[in-house]
């Protein structure tokens, strides 16, 4: 069986529009809460035998709250956004809209003195070719929906263009098996949740 790694998406710290570029704010009452509620379908990925988490309060805080005392790794940190540190994606438009639409547009461009988008995916890809294979090991690491998005492009060798095409919800999972190389996008079986009224 190949090593099976499963990515869980670090719980919010803000709402969706005022999320921040390479953003490191702990979570907020309504992430806690979101974890709370998740917490019996993630607390069984506990068993993995590895476990690892992006390095930002939120992803830590998540993985622990999950039980999963994880190990945080430098290379699965944000994209580096060099001077749009810290601001959201309509502030660094508003001040540079020749530049955003040009990151935007090529995956090298490095408008922002930081990382491109290309090197972005290619260091989480590293990460994950460089993980321990035992057959059938099982790994689980929490981090930005960002690092996710660059991990599955990498996997399924997607043009880097791919990346803007992946939404990747706060709690949810995604998992690739296989081994350096060679990773299958896996789409697990969910069980039916009784609706409630």
């Known amino acids: 069986m190949p090593l099976r790694v499963t990515f869980v998406a670090a719980a919010r710290s803000?709402?969706?529009?005022?999320?921040r570029f390479d953003d490191d704010r702990p979570l907020d009452q309504a992430g806690?809460?979101?974890v709370q509620r998740a917490a019996g379908d993630?607390?069984?990925?506990?068993?993995?035998?590895?476990?690892?988490?992006?390095?930002?309060?939120?992803?830590?805080?998540?993985?622990?709250a999950l039980g999963y005392a994880p190990l945080?790794?430098?290379?699965?940190?944000?994209?580096?956004?060099?001077?749009?540190?810290?601001?959201?994606?309509?502030?660094?438009?508003?001040?540079?809209p020749d530049?955003?639409?040009?990151?935007?547009?090529?995956?090298?461009?490095?408008?922002h003195g930081?990382?491109?988008?290309?090197?972005f995916i290619s260091r989480v890809g590293g990460w994950l070719d460089?993980?321990?294979v035992e057959d059938g090991g099982r790994i689980v690491a929490v981090a930005e929906p960002a690092v996710i998005r660059a991990?599955?492009?990498?996997?399924?060798k997607a043009p880097p263009s791919t990346y803007w095409n992946i939404d990747v919800r706060p709690l949810s999972t995604s998992s690739v098996s296989g081994r350096a190389g060679r990773w299958n996008l896996r789409l697990d079986a969910v069980s039916a949740q009784p609706s409630r009224t």
């Open 72 to 96: 945080a790794q430098l290379a699965l940190r944000d994209c580096d956004m060099g001077r749009w540190r810290g601001l959201t994606l309509g502030e660094a438009m508003a001040r540079e």
């Open 114 to 119: 930081g990382e491109s988008l290309l090197a």
């Open 99 to 111: 530049a955003v639409d040009a990151w935007l547009a090529d995956p090298r461009a490095t408008p």
């Open 130 to 132: 460089t993980r321990p």
């Open 151 to 156: 991990a599955l492009v990498y996997a399924l």
């Open 32 to 34: 806690w809460d979101e």
């Open 42 to 64: 993630l607390l069984p990925l506990a068993a993995a035998e590895l476990r690892y988490c992006s390095p930002t309060a939120r992803s830590r805080a998540t993985g622990d």
């Open 14 to 19: 803000t709402p969706l529009l005022a999320e």
